[in-house]
């Protein structure tokens, strides 16, 4: 079955760089795009950038100074890089298959001052 | 990127009560329009794609319609499952872009 699995560090310190790895299972990353979506602690969902299954990306104007999506398809992985970290860049970060239907169980990452 | 107008930011509401929660595309985005519901603590679910269609396993009490640039998430007779926060989201153009939410809470 399709399974989404985020990674990484929880705590983060402000200026530095973030950075998480999606898993996935049950899906290639040749056929299907991965998105990731964050959500600041009480407020609503972001969507961060889209890493299409060509390799291809498409980044939040916001926040496409600062963001890097990547991937190894042969570990089945996507990577997310966001530099200059802020303490209102604390988040849950999920991934999620391109049509928005699977998603993992998101990580919290807390940028500290 | 297109801006995703949702209302009301809070809904109460009553259990059996019909409820209708709406988004509003800052430009044509065609059919291109889910519909999230997301529990405290839980990842976002996908409830309607499409503009109207019903995701898998979602209950028949929601629908999802459009009239013009404006598309409503309604759920015909509100169980208390159904309490969460909801969100729209266009995919006709990339980046895709949320809407702000829907709190749906007790009267």
């Known amino acids: 079955q399709v399974q989404l699995k985020e990674s990484g560090p929880v705590l983060v310190q402000a200026s530095e760089t973030l950075s998480l790895t999606c898993t996935v299972s049950g899906f290639s990353l040749t056929n299907y795009g991965v998105i990731w979506v964050r959500q600041p602690p009480g407020k609503g969902l972001e969507l961060m950038g889209i890493?299409?299954?060509?390799?291809?990306?498409e980044y939040n104007s916001a926040l496409k100074s600062r963001l890097s999506i990547n991937r190894d398809t042969s570990k089945s992985q996507v990577f997310l890089k966001m530099n200059s970290l802020q303490t209102d860049d604390t988040a849950i970060y999920y991934c999620t298959d391109v049509q928005l239907v699977y998603w993992g169980q998101g990580v919290m990452v807390t940028v500290s001052s | 990127d297109i801006q995703m107008t949702q209302s009301p930011s809070s809904l109460p509401a009553s259990l059996g009560d019909r409820v209708t929660m709406t988004c509003r595309a800052s430009q044509d985005i065609g059919n291109y329009l889910r519909w999230f519901q997301q529990k405290p603590g839980k990842s976002p679910r996908l409830m309607i794609y499409g503009a109207t269609n019903l995701a898998a396993g979602v209950p028949s009490r929601f629908s999802g319609s459009r009239s013009g640039s404006d598309y409503s998430l309604t759920i015909s007779s509100l169980e208390s499952e159904d309490m969460s926060d909801y969100y729209c989201?266009?995919?006709?153009?990339?980046?895709?872009?949320f809407g702000s939410g829907t709190k749906l809470e007790i009267k």
């Open positions: 989201l266009q995919s006709k153009e990339s980046p895709f872009t």
């Open positions: 890493i299409w299954r060509n390799g291809n990306t």
